[in-house]
């Protein structure tokens, strides 16, 4: 089922709230780029911190969330996500 703008704009701010929480544990989290398919929501994202930049990729597909990246970002990440999602 395609999503609506609606479900694509809380996923993006759900993203830029975790971001914005994690930012002193993890680094500053910038969104590269989306991509909104039929059946899934694809987020480019950049992890910059004092050990360089990392890259990441957030999969969304209306009911699972996946992080690609360093498991010590993608894991906090992936939580804070569901948790602002789970609020709406």
Same mark, same amino acid.
Request: aromatic content about 10%; proline content about 3%.
């Given at each position: ?19 914005? =929480? ?12 989306? /991509?909104?398919?039929? +059946?899934? !929501?694809?987020? @480019? ?15 969304? =597909? ?12 993608? /894991?906090?990440?992936? +939580?804070? !996500?569901?948790? @602002?999602?789970?609020?709406?």
């Amino acid at each position: 089922m395609p999503f609506t703008r609606k479900e694509v704009e809380e996923y993006l701010e759900a993203l830029e709230r975790a971001g914005r =929480d994690l930012r002193g544990k993890i680094g500053y989290i910038r969104i590269e780029r989306t /991509l909104v398919k039929v +059946n899934k !929501i694809i987020t @480019y994202c950049t992890l910059e911190n004092s050990e360089g930049k990392k890259r990441l990729m957030v999969k969304y =597909d209306g009911e699972k969330l996946w992080v690609e990246g360093p498991r010590w970002a993608s /894991l906090p990440l992936k +939580n804070r !996500i569901l948790y @602002y999602l789970s609020k709406r």
